[in-house]
């Protein structure tokens, strides 16, 4: 079982990314996939956000048919 540590206020941050900013279900599978590479170094801080929002950006531009094979691990 994987267990991600996230300190509160990035915690909170990441509620209200979902809220405003997530307009699929392949972005949060991308903000779960980046939480949990950066999880395995430490506690997920404030100084990770920006990472995390950037990454989700960028991967948002691959195209439908990239984006299923990547999810499927392909």
């Known amino acids: 079982m994987d267990t ?3 300190d509160v ?3 909170l941050r990441l ?3 979902a809220r405003e900013e997530i307009r699929n279900d392949a972005d949060l599978h991308d903000i779960a996939e ?3 590479r950066l999880s395995k170094r430490d506690v ?3 100084k990770d956000y920006k990472t995390i929002f950037n990454s989700m950006k960028t991967q948002g531009t691959e ?3 990239d ?3 990547r999810l499927g691990g392909f």
Do not use: G, H, N, S
């Open 4 to 6: 991600k540590r996230i």
């Open 9 to 11: 206020p990035t915690f």
């Open 15 to 17: 509620l209200e990314l």
């Open 34 to 36: 980046i939480v949990t």
């Open 44 to 46: 997920i801080t404030m």
């Open 63 to 65: 195209d439908e048919l």
């Open 67 to 69: 984006q299923i094979r």
